[in-house]
Structures are given as C-alpha cells and as structure tokens.
C-alpha cells in the first residue's frame, strides 16, 4: 500500500513557476512507477509525467520543456517543477502510483493523494 500527500499548490501569475511536492511512503517503494496527472474544471484528467523505477521519464506534450519530475535522493518526495505556466496550466493536480507507467498513461490510478491546486492567472 502507498501513501500519498500533495502540497505546493496556489496561485500564480502566467509565465512564472511553481514546484509542487508529494510525499511518498508505504510499501515497497520501489516497485512502483510515479507520476502527476491533472483535472482542469470540465476537462478530463491529463497524464502529464511519469517517473520509472529505472528512473526514466515521460511527458505528455502539452508540458515537456517546461515541466520536471524528480524524486529526492531518499524517495520520500516525488518534485514536479513547473516553469513557464499558462492559463491552461490552472487545475488539481495529484500525484500517482502504479505498478507500471503504461498503468498511469492509460488512466488507471491504483494510488492517489488528495490532490492540490494550482491557479494560473
């Protein structure tokens, strides 16, 4: 079982940045591949980035070059470093665990924190 809480989240001016955290404990850390997905009001939820148990990383289009995923060297905290933000950025976002990342890109969430929220304005 995986635990996870959201925080960073608030309200911020277009083309500035933000870093969102998420917390991650339970079991078998490391078996688990780690992402952020997002849910603007009225739109379906976004996969934006993965982060793979080889360390490897995936982003959606709509974020590569603007957004980072990372995790600390202690795996306790997953970082999603946000650059460059757009209205369209604006939403809930929560950070994710599957077994797998093709779990997380095609919409399946087995663990999911409570999400926080990020305005852009």
């Known amino acids: 079982h995986v635990q996870l809480v959201e925080s960073g989240g608030g309200s911020v001016q277009a083309g500035r940045s933000l870093k969102l955290a998420c917390s991650v404990s339970?079991?078998?850390?490391?078996?688990?591949?780690l992402g952020w997905v997002r849910q603007a009001p009225g739109k379906e939820l976004e996969v934006i980035t993965t982060?793979?148990?080889?360390?490897?990383?995936e982003y959606a289009d709509s974020v590569r070059g603007r957004f980072t995923i990372s995790k600390s060297d202690d795996k306790k905290t997953l970082g999603l470093e946000m650059n460059n933000l757009a209205l369209d950025d604006s939403g809930m976002y929560y950070c994710?665990?599957?077994?797998?990342?093709?779990?997380?890109?095609?919409?399946?969430?087995?663990?999911w924190g409570q999400g926080t929220q990020v305005t852009v304005s």
């Open positions: 982060l793979d148990t080889d360390g490897s990383k």
């Open positions: 339970g079991d078998r850390l490391s078996s688990y591949c």
């Open positions: 994710t665990a599957c077994l797998t990342c093709s779990r997380i890109w095609n919409g399946h969430r087995d663990f």
